[in-house]
Structure formats: structure tokens, C-alpha cells
DNA sequence: CCGTTGTGTGAGTATTTGCCCAACAGACAA
DNA sequence: TTGTCTGTTGGGCAAATACTCACACAACGG
């Protein structure tokens, strides 16, 4: 007992702290004085709030330039929805805002009463995404993982967040506890045949709304840094004109999916469909430009999150 | 159109400026070698994002105190909703942190698809609560203010907040061009039947939410010092045994109205039902404490937002 | 034309903050 | 008991930040 509140306790000091530090703008020494501790504890219990992910900030004025370049998006590539954050132009992060961004972007969906099924891919992009994600309570909606989420070594894929997204929402989680990539495709078929994977793969299809993350095919494509595919299996892809990848898939460059190869063998679900469903994909970075752009020509995702810059390529035809 | 565009280019470059600050956490010498700028400018750009309320921190950890505070209001007054933000102990403002909380509350309610009514009251706590209110639009709305909007000199009422929210939310607003006294209790008859303020009064009637302010009655008391009532209305009212004021009207230490006097000539609405509109009041501070219990007494209101050391307060009996 | 006023700028400076480090307390095994 | 490990504390200091001031410049009105 005395330890879970000792948790609490200090959590809620934390709380606290940062509450008096940016709400009621403090300074830390004032805080130390109020609360009885140091300065530097001060200091420290603001800092653990921000690194616990309590303090949230948000701008909320519309920056004119990334509000056109959404328009533009959305008008141009007949978008159901688009958001672009702006770019950090010193910063090579590839999730910097977008995470936010989508983390907001599915708040909005998480609030709607009406029960939705949420459908969510993986990668980098999406974890960070996740960790800005409030805890809210919606025991109304589903979240189903369109990937699988066992790496080839049998633990559980480091980049699938299906879990980590159904404890913050509290919401009933449907995993798919299989590789990404089978070793055969009859292995596929036999896994996507068992029980507990079908209404799985039935739910991805009735999914809502779906977050995705685009990965590129170049030499350090995450699914080859990550272990799905081996090098050889990639620059056979590369070979055959695979630039891109969502949720292990690859496609080409006008976003056909590759015939053959490790595609045969992908154990994901469909992507769900463009028609019942907003399909939204978060990325950005000159790396996966090309594979935004595919996507979007192939009609795969009718949403995107990105920053200014990829948004400006994408717009130039680039 | 140079002027308008220069005035938004400046708010957007400071909203660049905080999210380069705040989201991509870079520091202001950096943010500055990226926009082409002085550090000082930079610094500047920051603060007006800051001061211009377009950088909102928001603290997601439910404080235990705060929310055990806030149950056991719920508990104890049988109200419908509470919620009880952190004192901060050095400070002696009336409306820091109940008026985030406010803003929030009334976020959440804007945020309903259907169509709701929002009655608004007046005071500072709104006034400081409308500010930190983010612009969304939700055209399907309604807001109508419960009291009048004349002051006594016959400008508008600088407390009176009806517009800066219709603003925000891009709603219908009704206003009350009534003073909030009438010189007697004929005029206000008079004034009420007019065609254009019945509509109003209607509306407020079907209220589903409203928030209000709760004015002590002390020698200080806002609606003297704003020129509403005279001293000599004032200390009739203390006489009588007035306690508080809610939109104007005055009422005792159970929250009954006061008979006579000032009451008689009150031109605001009435208090929506609270049998069928939640009736919010925003109000913290030792001085509007009885005012806060005695408005629960008498069954005036059935949702608080307040502070820590208030709801202790409340809950000790005092 | 000149003064006034308001706005924006950079320099300088005081305050505030982030972080490293040594000290220290409690847990636990030897 | 002692040593060690881990986690926490506060001092000190460099970096970062907020604020004040003087000045430049454009707009405005006399």
C-alpha cells in the first residue's frame, strides 16, 4: 500500500510543480518556497512532469502557410482530410509535430461517443505519436492492429504500439499475434485461417478510421533495420521498383502493390478501404516524400500528416 | 491588404517562433539563427505567442486531491458535475486555474454535434475563462447572456462577456441590451416585454448549460464596484442579510432570494432550471466561499468549478 | 517642416533555469 | 558490521531567458 502511493504521491507532486510552474507561472524558486523543497527539487519535479508526459502544450493560432498547404493538399490530391505542422529546419527528426499532430488528430476521433473501430499500423512515426496520446477513457470504441506484431525472433515487435495505444484509451484491443511477414505464403493462409485471427482481419476491415505509417524501401528501410526482411529480400524489392512500404506491403512508385516476392507472404491486413473509412497516414521527411506521393496516387490513404517541407515536395510534383 | 496580411504574417511567425520553442523544444538563440533573427527577437516572438494565448499548456495528471476534492463535492451537495483545480498558495487571484477549467468545461460542451444553448454569465472569473477559451467554431450553437449589457453610464458592460465568446465560437449570440438594474421595477416589466428581449429571455429559459459568476456582497463587492448598485443599495442589501449575487440578483446566506430592495428591479434572466440545464458557477477565493455554499443551499446551482482551498472550505462546513 | 507618437531593434544586465557533481540515506548482501 | 548499490538532495556554475533602456524609423498631425 505505501508503495503505489508513494507512486502516486509523487506523480501528483509533479503535477503539482508543473501546474504552479506553467499554469499559474511561478518560477521554481517560488514553487520551492511553496511546497517546502529545494530549488533544484523544484526543478526537478517540473522536469519529471514534462518528461512523464504530463504537461501537454498545444498552439493553437492556425499558421496561415501550413493551413494553404493543407488546402492545397486536400484540393489537389482529393483528400478526405490534411494537416501540415511546420518544419523544424534545423532538425532531422522524422516525427517531430506529426507526432502531435496525430496524437490530436485521434483524440478527435477518440472522442465521438458513437462507438468507431480504430485500425493502427506501426512504425516509428506511430509509436511517438502514441506517447503524446492523453490517457482518455473510451471503452466505446476498438482498436485493431493491422500488422502483425511478432518480430522474426519471436518477441513482440518493438514498433507494433496496438498495445501501448489500448492501455492509454482503456479501449478492447485486437492484436494480431503473428509474424509480419510469414515465411511462406501458404504459411500465410493457414495463420489468417485460424480462429482467433480471422475476426481480427473481419474488424480491420470494418475499421473507421486508420492511422499508417509510410516506410521507405531505401537501404535503411526500417522494415530491413528492424528485421522483417533480410537485405537480399530488399534490394530484390528495390530491383523490381518497390519504393515504399505500409504495413510491410511494398509498393511501386504509383502505389501498385509489388506482385511476388515478400508481398506473397505479408500476413497484414488490408489496407481498409478508402470508400467506408479515412485511412490517414502520418510521415514526413525527403525520405519518404516518394512514397507519400505513391501512396496518394495509388489512392491508398486519403489522409496525411506531415510537415511544410514534405508538403511543399509533394505540391511541387517534385 | 498589405495590413492584414502584415498583422497575421506577425502572429504566424510568433506562433512559428512558440512552436519552434515549445514543440520542437528548440532554445531561442536556435530559433533565431532559423528564422533570420535577433535572440531578443526571437525571445519577443515567443512571448507574444505566449501573452497572445496561442501557446495553451495543459496538465493531463489528475491530481488524487483534486479529484477526491471534486467526488466528494459531487457526493456531498448532490451536484452534477465538479471539478477542482490546485491552489496556488502564494497567489491571491480569483480566477487562476478555475478559469482554464472553465474554458475547458466549456470546450466540452461546444464540442457536441447537436445543437445546445449556453448561458453565460457575467463577472471577471468569465471574463478571464472567455480568454483562455480556444476559437472553435460550432456554428450550431446558441449563446445567450443572462443579463444585460448596459452599464449604468450606458456603456456596454466590461464585464459582460456575450460577445467575446460568440466571437470565439463563431456562434449565434444573444445579448441582453437591457442595464443589468432597471431605475424600477415598472421599467424592468417594461423592458421585458420588449420584442426584442423576450426572444432572449425564451432562449435563456431553454438553456442546456450555463455558467455563472458568483459576486460576494461584501464592501468590495463587484457589482458595487463596477457602479451597478450605489453604497447605500449595497448596505441595504448587507442588512437585509445578503450574502451574494448570482447574474444581479441578490440573494442570503440559504440561498434564498432577498425580497424587495435591489431584487425587485434586477433585469436578468432568470437562473436556468436546474432540472433541466446544468447551472456551472466559476468561483474560488475565501471571499465568495459562503456565497458558493449558501448558492448550493438553495439549490441555485448544481455544478462547481473551484479550487482546492475553496472546496476544502465548503466541505469543512465551514 | 518639425515635433510627437508608436513600433520595432539591439545592447546590456539581472534573473531564472538546466545540469553536473559530491554528499548522503536506505536497501541489501556478504 | 561493512561494503556496495541505488536513488535522492542541494551547491555551484554555465547557459538560457526576461527585462530595461536607448535609439532608429515611419506615420501622423500641426
Same mark, same amino acid.
Given at each position: 500500500?505505501?508503495?503505489?502511493?508513494?507512486?502516486?504521491?509523487?506523480?501528483?507532486?509533479?503535477?503539482? =510543480?508543473?501546474?504552479?510552474?506553467?499554469?499559474?507561472?511561478?518560477?521554481?524558486?517560488?514553487?520551492?518556497?511553496?511546497?517546502?523543497?529545494?530549488?533544484?527539487?523544484?526543478?526537478?519535479?517540473?522536469?519529471?512532469?514534462?518528461?512523464?508526459?504530463?504537461?501537454?502544450?498545444?498552439?493553437?493560432?492556425?499558421?496561415?502557410?501550413?493551413?494553404?498547404?493543407? =488546402?492545397?493538399?486536400?484540393?489537389?490530391?482529393?483528400?478526405?482530410?490534411?494537416?501540415?505542422?511546420?518544419?523544424?529546419?534545423?532538425?532531422?527528426? %522524422?516525427?517531430? &509535430?506529426?507526432?502531435?499532430?496525430?496524437?490530436?488528430?485521434? %483524440?478527435?476521433?477518440?472522442?465521438?461517443?458513437?462507438?468507431?473501430?480504430?485500425?493502427?499500423?506501426?512504425?516509428?512515426?506511430?509509436? =511517438?505519436?502514441?506517447?503524446?496520446?492523453?490517457?482518455?477513457?473510451?471503452?466505446? !470504441?476498438?482498436?485493431?492492429?493491422?500488422? &502483425?506484431?511478432?518480430?522474426?525472433?519471436?518477441?513482440?515487435?518493438?514498433?507494433?504500439?496496438?498495445?501501448?495505444?489500448?492501455?492509454?484509451?482503456?479501449?478492447?484491443?485486437?492484436?494480431?499475434?503473428?509474424?509480419?511477414?510469414?515465411?511462406?505464403?501458404?504459411?500465410?493462409?493457414?495463420? !489468417?485461417?485460424?480462429?482467433?485471427?480471422?475476426?481480427?482481419?473481419?474488424?480491420?476491415?470494418?475499421?473507421?478510421?486508420?492511422?499508417?505509417?509510410?516506410?521507405?524501401?531505401?537501404?535503411?528501410?526500417?522494415?530491413?533495420?528492424?528485421?522483417?526482411?533480410?537485405?537480399?529480400?530488399?534490394?530484390?524489392?528495390?530491383?523490381?521498383?518497390?519504393?515504399?512500404?505500409?504495413?510491410?506491403?511494398?509498393?511501386?512508385?504509383?502505389?501498385?502493390?509489388?506482385?511476388?516476392?515478400?508481398?506473397?507472404?505479408?500476413?497484414?491486413?488490408?489496407?481498409?478501404?478508402?470508400?467506408?473509412?479515412?485511412?490517414?497516414? %502520418?510521415?514526413?521527411?525527403?525520405?519518404?516524400?516518394?512514397?507519400?506521393?505513391?501512396?496518394?496516387?495509388?489512392?491508398?490513404?486519403?489522409?496525411?500528416?506531415?510537415?511544410? !517541407?514534405?508538403?511543399?515536395?509533394?505540391?511541387?510534383?517534385?
Amino acid at each position: 500500500m505505501s508503495k503505489p502511493e508513494v507512486t502516486t504521491t509523487k506523480l501528483d507532486d509533479a503535477a503539482r =510543480a508543473g501546474w504552479l510552474y506553467y499554469v499559474a507561472g511561478n518560477t521554481q524558486d517560488e514553487i520551492a518556497a511553496k511546497l517546502g523543497i529545494s530549488r533544484q527539487s523544484a526543478q526537478r519535479m517540473v522536469s519529471l512532469a514534462v518528461s512523464e508526459g504530463l504537461v501537454k502544450v498545444t498552439l493553437d493560432h492556425p499558421i496561415a502557410r501550413c493551413l494553404d498547404l493543407a =488546402a492545397r493538399l486536400k484540393e489537389r490530391f482529393g483528400l478526405k482530410m490534411a494537416e501540415v505542422v511546420p518544419t523544424d529546419p534545423g532538425s532531422n527528426s %522524422t516525427t517531430l &509535430g506529426v507526432a502531435e499532430a496525430a496524437a490530436a488528430e485521434m %483524440t478527435r476521433w477518440l472522442k465521438s461517443e458513437a462507438p468507431i473501430v480504430l485500425g493502427i499500423g506501426t512504425g516509428r512515426t506511430l509509436k =511517438a505519436a502514441i506517447e503524446q496520446l492523453s490517457p482518455i477513457e473510451c471503452p466505446q !470504441h476498438k482498436v485493431v492492429s493491422l500488422t &502483425g506484431n511478432i518480430s522474426p525472433d519471436g518477441s513482440a515487435a518493438y514498433y507494433n504500439v496496438i498495445f501501448n495505444i489500448a492501455d492509454k484509451i482503456k479501449a478492447r484491443s485486437f492484436p494480431m499475434p503473428l509474424p509480419v511477414i510469414a515465411s511462406s505464403p501458404e504459411e500465410r493462409e493457414l495463420l !489468417h485461417a485460424q480462429a482467433m485471427i480471422r475476426p481480427v482481419l473481419e474488424l480491420s476491415a470494418r475499421a473507421n478510421v486508420a492511422f499508417l505509417g509510410i516506410g521507405d524501401l531505401g537501404d535503411e528501410a526500417p522494415l530491413f533495420l528492424d528485421g522483417f526482411i533480410s537485405r537480399d529480400e530488399l534490394v530484390a524489392l528495390q530491383r523490381i521498383g518497390a519504393v515504399f512500404e505500409i504495413i510491410g506491403r511494398a509498393f511501386d512508385r504509383n502505389g501498385v502493390p509489388i506482385v511476388g516476392l515478400t508481398n506473397d507472404r505479408v500476413a497484414s491486413a488490408q489496407i481498409p478501404s478508402r470508400e467506408t473509412a479515412t485511412v490517414i497516414a %502520418t510521415a514526413m521527411g525527403s525520405r519518404k516524400t516518394p512514397g507519400i506521393a505513391a501512396a496518394i496516387k495509388g489512392n491508398l490513404i486519403n489522409g496525411l500528416i506531415t510537415d511544410e !517541407h514534405t508538403a511543399e515536395m509533394l505540391l511541387s510534383g517534385k
